[in-house]
């Protein structure tokens, strides 16, 4: 009889060749962590108004094959391809990048299911992470204090430890999901997780559970149409963006066309060529413009009063 260990989140991602599935970008800070969370650190104010108004669920069940690692009857270790499942929901920023994972993991012919969670790589490993799954009474009441501009750790909250296990193209932490953590998400409002940034200080994201019971009792959705779709929302997304900052669409216009004006004067590659090195100058130039642009964009949200 075989007997296979854990599955993990990274092998099924990189078997799907996932991206992300939610569109959901903002973070929630406050100081301090309640029980069993990381050690208490100083952190900047919330900041969870998108979060706060978020309805539309980005629960999606995905399957494919990937390899499982065990050991055999003789104690010998074996690898074997098994249908891996992952009911999740990933938060990605306009800029494509990951901010927050969550899944829920089935694996063919094993009982155990896991919970899963993945982050951007530059995380503090020792302190773990900590999640709190909510009941909606305790849902409402956070965002009571979202709207009231408290801290969120006024409400109580008991957090649960799920150790770092591994880190490429972000780090993971898996716990097992016992039967009561599922019911849990099923019935409940929304995720607390709460890590601690290089800084030093304490980072609370939300990821709402609408529509995981639906998605985890349901069929799973073709992983080529659910990339597709994905890119599409993101391409939206900066389209939106774009139209809301002139400024920043005018720098990515002079940007892409400093490009095409690089790309074909590289393509003469003529010795000591002038213009080459003028089109090297002007890219140089857009380029530094845009982190110019982007730092003082971060410097005014710093110093921003709080969302109404």
Not at 87 to 97: F, K, M, N, Y
């Given at each position: 009889?075989?007997?296979?260990?854990?599955?993990?989140?990274?092998?099924?991602?990189?078997?799907?060749?996932?991206?992300?599935?939610?569109?959901?970008?903002?973070?929630?800070?406050?100081?301090?962590?309640?029980?069993?969370?990381?050690?208490?650190?100083?952190?900047?104010?919330a900041d969870t108004k998108a979060q706060a108004t978020e309805?539309?669920?980005?629960?999606?069940?995905?399957?494919?094959?990937?390899?499982?690692?065990?050991?055999?009857?003789?104690?010998?270790?074996?690898?074997?391809?098994?249908?891996?499942?992952?009911?999740?929901?990933?938060?990605?920023?306009?800029?494509?990048?990951?901010?927050?994972?969550?899944?829920?993991?089935?694996?063919?012919?094993?009982?155990?299911?896991?919970?899963?969670?993945?982050?951007?790589?530059?995380?503090?490993?020792?302190?773990?992470?900590?999640?709190?799954?909510?009941?909606?009474?305790?849902?409402?009441?956070?965002?009571?204090?979202?709207?009231?501009?408290?801290?969120?750790?006024?409400?109580?909250?008991?957090?649960?430890?799920?150790?770092?296990?591994?880190?490429?193209?972000?780090?993971?932490?898996?716990?097992?999901?016992?039967?009561?953590?599922?019911?849990?998400?099923?019935?409940?409002?929304?995720?607390?997780?709460?890590?601690?940034?290089?800084?030093?200080?304490?980072?609370?994201?939300?990821?709402?559970?609408?529509?995981?019971?639906?998605?985890?009792?349901?069929?799973?959705?073709?992983?080529?149409?659910?990339?597709?779709?994905?890119?599409?929302?993101?391409?939206?997304?900066?389209?939106?963006?774009?139209?809301?900052?002139?400024?920043?669409?005018?720098?990515?216009?002079?940007?892409?066309?400093?490009?095409?004006?690089?790309?074909?004067?590289?393509?003469?590659?003529?010795?000591?060529?002038?213009?080459?090195?003028?089109?090297?100058?002007?890219?140089q130039e857009v380029q530094a413009k845009l982190v110019e642009?982007?730092?003082?964009?971060?410097?005014?949200?710093?110093?921003?009063?709080?969302?109404?």
């Amino acid at each position: 009889m075989k007997r296979f260990a854990a599955f993990t989140f990274v092998a099924f991602t990189a078997a799907c060749g996932l991206s992300g599935a939610g569109l959901v970008n903002a973070i929630a800070q406050q100081p301090g962590a309640a029980k069993k969370a990381p050690d208490k650190k100083p952190a900047a104010k919330a900041d969870t108004k998108a979060q706060a108004t978020e309805n539309v669920s980005a629960w999606v069940k995905l399957c494919k094959k990937a390899p499982t690692m065990g050991k055999g009857s003789d104690g010998k270790p074996i690898t074997e391809e098994r249908e891996i499942c992952a009911t999740q929901h990933e938060q990605i920023g306009v800029d494509g990048r990951l901010a927050l994972a969550s899944s829920v993991l089935q694996a063919q012919g094993l009982d155990k299911l896991q919970l899963s969670f993945r982050l951007p790589l530059g995380v503090l490993l020792p302190p773990g992470l900590a999640y709190a799954i909510l009941s909606k009474d305790e849902g409402a009441a956070v965002y009571e204090k979202i709207e009231k501009k408290e801290p969120i750790e006024d409400a109580k909250i008991i957090f649960e430890r799920a150790p770092f296990i591994t880190c490429f193209e972000g780090c993971s932490a898996e716990v097992e999901a016992s039967p009561d953590t599922v019911n849990r998400m099923k019935t409940g409002s929304l995720i607390l997780v709460r890590f601690v940034a290089p800084t030093g200080q304490a980072v609370t994201r939300m990821l709402p559970l609408q529509g995981f019971a639906e998605a985890f009792a349901g069929k799973p959705a073709d992983i080529a149409k659910h990339q597709e779709g994905i890119r599409a929302a993101i391409a939206a997304r900066q389209d939106e963006m774009l139209r809301h900052d002139p400024e920043l669409a005018a720098l990515i216009k002079l940007q892409q066309d400093a490009q095409k004006n690089l790309e074909e004067q590289q393509k003469r590659m003529v010795s000591q060529d002038p213009k080459l090195a003028e089109a090297i100058k002007q890219m140089q130039e857009v380029q530094a413009k845009l982190v110019e642009h982007a730092r003082s964009k971060q410097q005014a949200a710093v110093g921003a009063p709080p969302p109404k």
